[in-house]
């Protein structure tokens, strides 16, 4: 059975920089599209950030473009998420997951605390 565990949240004031990561294990990533995802307080879960093994790899939306960077390291089986210049509306738990259609996701972690004082 697949299993994510995501880390690396924390409380920053706002401007700050967190690293997240998430480790993958029971499958291989090698071949595997990933995203990020996060849950903002009240809200449903919304895709941050996706990174794939094709030439144009990364993809981000609109929110977080350009404070977001994802990469990954097949070798240690583990995607991360590094993240500049926060504000206060990104505080929220953030999780990581295959990308693809929902019935396809595996399990949900239980991801990553991400608050930003003001």
């Known amino acids: 059975q697949v299993q994510l565990v995501e880390s690396g949240g924390g409380l920053v004031q706002a401007g700050g920089s967190l690293r997240l990561s998430c480790v993958v294990s029971?499958?291989?990533?090698?071949?595997?599209?990933m995203g990020w995802y996060r849950q903002l307080p009240g809200k449903q879960r919304e895709w941050v950030a996706d990174?794939?093994?094709?030439?144009?790899?990364?993809t981000y939306a609109d929110s977080m473009k350009g404070r977001v960077t994802i990469s990954r390291d097949n070798a240690k089986n583990t995607v991360y998420l590094e993240m500049h210049n926060l504000r206060p509306e990104d505080t929220g738990v953030y999780y990581c997951?295959?990308?693809?259609?929902?019935?396809?996701?595996?399990?949900w972690g239980q991801g990553t605390q991400v608050t930003v004082s003001s």
């Open positions: 997951n295959r990308m693809g259609p929902l019935d396809s996701l595996w399990p």
């Open positions: 029971g499958w291989s990533l090698r071949f595997a599209p």
């Open positions: 990174i794939t093994t094709g030439p144009n790899p990364t």
